[in-house]
């Protein structure tokens, strides 16, 4: 069983990725000066970010879904959201689930940035930036799980990760 939440290596590793992306974040936003660009309204800006949140957690669920038919669990703790499920995913699976968010959300994102109207370029950098700063969780479960061999199955019920090794 893999509990992050009782391992203090586990809350250091996601502060220190949120803080470390967050500033290479704040420095690109000041290099490219999009920040002077902001074409949108405080409140629309703040649901957005809400609504990204949302999209990547369902991201999740789909490939959850996709790989199992077994039932989701979504948990709303403040002020994280997360999906879970009673699912053994293959290592490669496994690994798909956790990082399908940040990878399919990166290209987008970076696909608004280049080709939307530049009073949008300041949004997206920060979503895109909220994306990787946002995305600890899952680097620290692609992180732990690259140690374990090809065979092994892995639980995830939005709590902990549960392993499954076979003889």
Not at 23 to 42: A, K, Y
Not at 112 to 136: E, Q
Request: aromatic share 16%; net charge positive; with cysteine.
């Amino acid at each position: 069983m893999i509990d992050y939440k009782k391992s203090k290596y586990a809350n250091l590793f996601i502060i220190g990725s949120f803080a470390f992306s967050l500033l290479v974040g704040i420095v690109l936003i000041t290099i490219s000066g999009s920040f002077l660009n902001n074409g949108v309204e405080n409140p629309l800006f703040l649901l957005g970010c809400f609504c990204y949140i949302i999209i990547h957690e369902v991201i999740h669920l789909i490939f959850m879904k996709t790989f199992s038919k077994e039932n989701i669990h979504i948990s709303f703790k403040f002020p994280t959201i997360s999906v879970g499920s009673n699912a053994k995913f293959s290592k490669r699976q496994f690994l798909i689930v956790v990082l399908a968010p940040v990878i399919i959300l990166g290209i987008l994102l970076a696909l608004c940035i280049i080709f939307c109207p530049k009073k949008y370029t300041f949004f997206f950098n920060v979503l895109f930036i909220l994306n990787f700063a946002g995305s600890g969780g899952d680097y620290l479960q692609a992180f732990v799980i690259r140690r374990y061999s090809a065979k092994t199955f892995f639980q995830d019920n939005s709590i902990e990760t549960i392993v499954y090794q076979k003889n």
